[in-house]
């Protein structure tokens, strides 16, 4: 079994990857709903106030009014696009790693990529409009150091987020967000294909190159004749030596997939060689162009299979590599900050009340449960005699399941037993 056949068997090929057309569409149906949602929560709210004051003023509600204008007002909430909604997202995923970056040592960088990409999972099907990704991107955060083996406590983990963010605020949508995930947390980098990568070209640099299967025609002197007569890439620096230049080509291939490939959607379009090898292009094209001679023959002859994969894999590369350069941060671009700080100010206004505080949602059902035993034991006189009756059947219960286990009671429970007797 190759590599691919792995991958094709792992949870983020069979649930997390799309075409551009799927993807868009994706967005499209959980940005409606998330709209139609909104304002009927905005409705019900604004009813709610409407009520509350008709009360407090004892003055009826002239529902007849209120009927007309609904329609009018829903209409007047105007809801984020979802092209508002990846820039919103992809705003907060920058906040991610500088949250990540602030701690002490800083998280380590498939944390912060893996806490990324659940994030922007869990916006695939949930809208920014119901749950605000200043609440989620902590959670997200504090999952990744899970599930990526990179240990801290909870209460030092909400040590490190500014504001006054507690703990309890923290954990407050995990099942949330974990069940967004499908409960399935594997999350493929591109970062181990790099990194053996480099140690094949570093290998072919010192004569101990493999020739591939397919082209007995190479040698390892012959591969590393290659590698050391390579054109320099152009807007780069002359390397003085091979390794100089491989080190390099590692530095700024790795810093791209620190950044616009977690920032794009690359992880849901192309596989995680396809992405190192798109940066890889970006860093040192001829570099990339030899290390893919290594791996397929480039036939003169069209008809050719390997001529057809060849033109294949390239056109792929070149597509991602154009949605990795099409990534600019935001905190370097005044025009795009221009356009979040109205995207904010729009949300602040289509915001689902219903979904606001999602720790207070999470201890309402306790209270109104309390709430309502106090006011069923205060009602009814009746309550302690029912709670002991239930207790008596349950110890006859415990009584009958004893007496019908062929092996007996534990050891321990019966000395206990004899010993007080």
């Given at each position: ?95 991610l790693v500088q949250l990540g970056e602030s701690y002490k040592p ?270 069923a034991s205060a009602s009814d006189p009746a309550t302690p005699e ?36």
């Open positions: 079994m190759i590599e691919d056949d792995f991958y094709r068997t792992s949870s983020q090929f069979r649930l997390w990857s799309f075409t551009e057309d799927s993807l868009r569409s994706v967005r499209q149906n959980t940005n409606s709903l998330a709209s139609d949602r909104v304002r009927v929560a905005l409705r019900r709210a604004r009813e709610a106030r409407q009520s509350a004051n008709s009360s407090a003023a004892g003055t009826p509600n002239p529902n007849g009014s209120d009927a007309d204008s609904k329609g009018g007002e829903e209409n007047d909430i105007e809801c984020l696009t979802p092209e508002e909604e990846q820039d919103l997202v992809r705003y907060f995923c920058e906040q800083p998280l380590p960088t498939t944390v912060r990529a893996t806490a990324i990409q659940y994030l922007r999972r869990f916006y695939l099907t949930n809208s920014p409009m119901t749950y605000h990704p200043k609440t989620i991107m902590p959670c997200a955060l504090f999952i990744a150091t899970k599930t990526d083996n990179s240990y801290m406590s909870l209460r030092q983990f909400a040590d490190g987020v500014p504001g006054d963010t507690s703990a309890e605020d923290i954990i407050a949508p995990e099942f949330l967000v974990m069940q967004s995930l499908r409960f399935t947390f594997d999350v493929r980098h591109p970062f181990r294909g790099l990194e053996g990568g480099l140690m094949e070209l570093s290998a072919i640099s010192q004569g101990l190159g493999e020739p591939a299967p397919h082209l007995p025609q190479q040698t390892p002197e012959s591969l590393r004749q290659s590698i050391s007569s390579l054109p320099q890439p152009p807007n780069n620096p002359a390397s003085s030596s091979i390794s100089e230049r491989l080190a390099r080509a590692h530095h700024n291939t790795r810093e791209m997939l620190k950044s616009a490939a977690q920032m794009t959607d690359a992880y849901f379009l192309y596989t995680p060689s396809q992405i190192w090898l798109s940066a890889f292009f970006l860093a040192d094209q001829p570099l990339a162009e030899f290390y893919l001679d290594t791996k397929l023959p480039n036939p003169p002859d069209t008809a050719d299979p390997f001529n057809q994969l060849r033109a294949k894999l390239f056109k792929t590369l070149t597509a991602c590599s154009s949605l990795l350069q099409s990534y600019k941060p935001i905190a370097s671009d005044p025009e795009q900050k221009k356009v979040m700080r109205r995207i904010g100010k729009k949300l602040y206004h289509c915001q689902n009340p219903e979904k606001v505080n999602l720790a207070g949602q999470k201890r309402i059902p306790a209270a109104a449960a309390a709430s309502a035993a106090a006011a029912s709670e002991m009756e239930r207790l008596a059947k349950k110890r006859k219960l415990e009584g009958e399941q004893k007496a019908q286990d062929i092996f007996g009671g534990e050891l321990v429970m019966e000395r206990t037993k004899e010993r007080q007797g």
